[in-house]
């Protein structure tokens, strides 16, 4: 007797597993956090870093010429190789190599941004079961991927008194023999902070005693405005540690949404020799830039003025003075200077006021009281803090002051 069949209005699939992940960032953006309707105050944004025209980032002239260029000669509107075309990668070898560290064009790998870079460097130097030690606070899209692989992610302590540098002993005792990778971001999102020379060799030299490869993520490169704490990439640092470095258009060229990145993988040693090859592998199973923005890569990278770069930072620095000053008048919270990247860390008093729980209800009570929009610190692995951009014009932070000083006062104790 054949079994009679339930109807499909009778089941369900049952979705795999590794696909019920979340990340934090975009969950709280999409999901959690819904702007108030009909607030009688305009939207205050500091959620997105996102340096746009709107928030006073005009582009070069040569980034929209160089892609009308493109568009126009109607050469680049085909497949192109998975890890990008020689023209693209080796105008970002060109751009990044130095004479005491050459990049080798076959070493580069375009990606769909540096989230797709990073989606690629975890896949290939982690298994399923093994551990990446990964900075708290830092940015979280290592968590819904890490999931998704069936990789562990363990936190090392960051420390916000000392400009966000890294806890070296918290970081060692994370050690094991399933530690396959370190990941670093900095310039840091959300810290706003970059790290110095002198620190960044004590990392190294950590990896270096335990034989861990180190994955940065360098997105926000160049953008300090620190001069004692003028940006390096790690790449650039050792001839030891193995050191694949990621990055992208997207942030100091105020292209976020071109979503063109790239791996720059540095050899030390030949201990990525079959790393490369499975690199170049995995590659082709993930999406790449557009071919026509990788197309007008090179033009970009070889033409825009460094007056674009030295602008950004000015900007930048006056928006952190700006947050800096207008926010450290306001009871209840404390903010970390920002010297760096587009961001700063506000922390806290959760005792200082009176029916606010954590950090994620202060941001939904602010959101719907004063419609202004920040994220909470447990996006990025914190607690009792909230991330700010600072890419935006001085006068919107100092009305975010006023209104966050008003918000604060109502709910002090």
Known sequence: MVEAKLAWADMKHKPADRSDVLNPIRHILEKEMKPPQNHPKEMIMLGLGEPSKKNGFDLPEVINESLIEVIKAGTSN????????????????????????????????????????????????????????????????????????????????????????????????????KTRAILVNNPSNPCGSCWSEAHMKEIIAVADEHRIPIIADEVYYGLSYDPEREFKSFGQMTKTVPVICLGALSKIYCIPGWRCGWMLTYNNNGYFDQVLENISKHSMILLHPNACVAAALPRILAEVPESHFTGMKEKLKASSDAAFGRLSTIKGIKPIKASAAMYMMVTIDIEAFKDITDDVDFCKKILAEQNCFTFPSACFFGKNAFRMIICTKPDVILEFGDRLEEFCNAHLK
């Open 78 to 177: 085909g497949y192109t190789a998975a890890s990008g075309t020689i023209e693209a990668r080796q105008a970002v070898a060109k751009k990044f190599s130095s004479e005491e560290y050459p990049i080798d064009p076959n070493h580069v790998t375009l990606t769909f941004g540096t989230s797709g870079a990073l989606f690629n460097a975890i896949s290939v130097l982690c298994e399923r079961g093994t551990e990446i030690l990964v900075a708290r606070p830092g940015f979280p899209l290592c968590q819904p991927i890490c999931e998704n692989l069936g990789v562990v992610y363990k936190h090392y302590d960051l420390i916000p008194d000392k400009q966000w540098e890294v806890d070296l002993d918290n970081l060692r005792s994370q050690i094991n023999d």
